[in-house]
Nanobody, 126 residues
Framework: QVQVAESGGDLVQAGGSLRLTCTASGFAFDRSDMGWFRQVPGKPREGISCLNSYGAREYYDESVRVRFTISRDNAKNTLYLQMNRLKPEDTAMYYC???????????????????WGQGTQVTVSS
């Protein structure tokens, strides 16, 4: 069964860093483009970054470009999101998902499967 599990979220001060981890199972992770999404209450979930299956191409939403870095370890079926210089506006629930295509505009991408993990909460205080 397709499953993902996110972890690493926490409460941090503005300017701090966090590393999110997504552990995946139930599908061919090493052949899947992967993405990170985030959601604020009352607003749609939106993609912020993605990485193709080989890890050769990565894209970021303008709001997180430079500050965030996406990476993966196919041997461990794991996706990461290194978040630096966090801002209060980064506060959200963060989710990972396989995506049909890693797009240069991650906000337009959609998950490949109809399943989400529980997400991990990131809260940035000012």
């Amino acid at each position: 069964q397709v499953q993902v599990a996110e972890s690493g979220g926490d409460l941090v001060q503005a300017g701090g860093s966090l590393r999110l981890t997504c552990t995946a199972s139930g599908f061919a992770f090493d052949r899947s483009d992967m993405g990170w999404f985030r959601q604020v209450p009352g607003k749609p979930r939106e993609g912020i970054s993605c990485l193709n299956s080989y890890g050769a191409r990565e894209y970021y939403d303008e709001s997180v470009r430079v500050r965030f870095t996406i990476s993966r370890d196919n041997a461990k079926n794991t996706l990461y999101l290194q978040m630096n210089r966090l801002k209060p506006e980064d506060t959200a629930m963060y989710y990972c998902a396989a995506v049909s295509l890693c797009l240069s505009s991650p906000g337009e991408m959609r998950p490949k499967f109809d399943r989400w993990g529980q997400g991990t909460q990131v809260t940035v205080s000012s």
